[in-house]
């Protein structure tokens, strides 16, 4: 039996209509706005806004995509190899349980191996947001199928800001083409993008600035 919360807030329905350009659009949104490309090419960013010799350049970048986003990736595309998730989104909600504890998992590793090599705290408060945006979507992810893509995208854009890139604020006008994607391919509703975008608009900053303080 449904409980109440997923009676009022029902998962979307896969799409029936044949292919189109628009459908091609909307796979190629979801594509490059997948989570494990966003955390990759934010991390990298961060650390070329911090300037450092190219020693520091490749650890801090090497370790914050591994343990963000390959590893993690990895993992969803082997369980995905064995059948136990239908694709490399994990787009079926009782699915993603692995899949986020191994996220977590190997973030926490990488956040523990940046402070212990001496990265900058901008680089390792942003590794804590993705630990906390990572956990609050797991959270809501064991009642209530939440969009992934648009948490991630948030956070990151958020990111990007407080760290330095302060006209990224203006990339959030992509979260909509992003909760568009996702709705018209059938992934999720308006709601389940909405919802991330504004809890993660919120755990971004508080999780940056006081990991930030915690570290002076």
């Known amino acids: 039996m449904r409980n109440t919360f997923t009676t009022f807030m029902p998962d979307p329905k896969p799409p029936s209509e ?11 949104v979801s594509a490059v706005t997948s989570p494990f490309v966003v955390t990759a090419v934010t991390v990298t960013l961060v650390v070329l806004l911090l300037r450092p010799t190219l020693p520091q350049l490749l650890l801090w970048t090497g ?8 590893l ?3 993992f969803v595309f082997y369980m995905w190899r064995m059948g136990r998730v239908t694709d490399c989104h994990v787009g079926v909600r009782e699915q993603r349980a692995w899949p986020f504890v191994v996220a977590i998992a190997s973030g926490a590793i990488g956040v523990g191996l940046l402070y212990a090599t001496g990265a900058p705290p901008p680089l390792v408060a942003l590794g804590v947001v993705y630990l906390v945006v990572g956990l609050s979507l797991a959270v809501v992810s064991l009642q209530w199928k939440i969009s992934v893509h648009s948490g991630v995208l948030t956070a990151a854009i958020i ?10 604020i203006y990339a959030l006008a992509l979260v909509p083409l992003v909760m568009w994607a996702r ?6 509703t308006l709601a389940q993008g909405l919802v991330p975008l504004v809890m993660v ?6 999780a940056y600035y006081g990991t930030l303080m915690l570290m002076r």
Request: proline share 7%; aromatic share 14%; with cysteine.
């Open 18 to 28: 044949p292919f189109s350009l628009t459908r091609a659009a909307a796979f190629a």
């Open 63 to 70: 370790i914050a995509v591994l343990f963000g986003a390959v």
């Open 159 to 168: 990111s990007l800001t407080v760290v330095g890139y302060h006209q990224a």
């Open 72 to 74: 993690p990736f990895c």
């Open 201 to 206: 608009a919120i755990l971004t900053p508080l």
């Open 183 to 188: 709705r018209y391919r059938g992934k999720h």
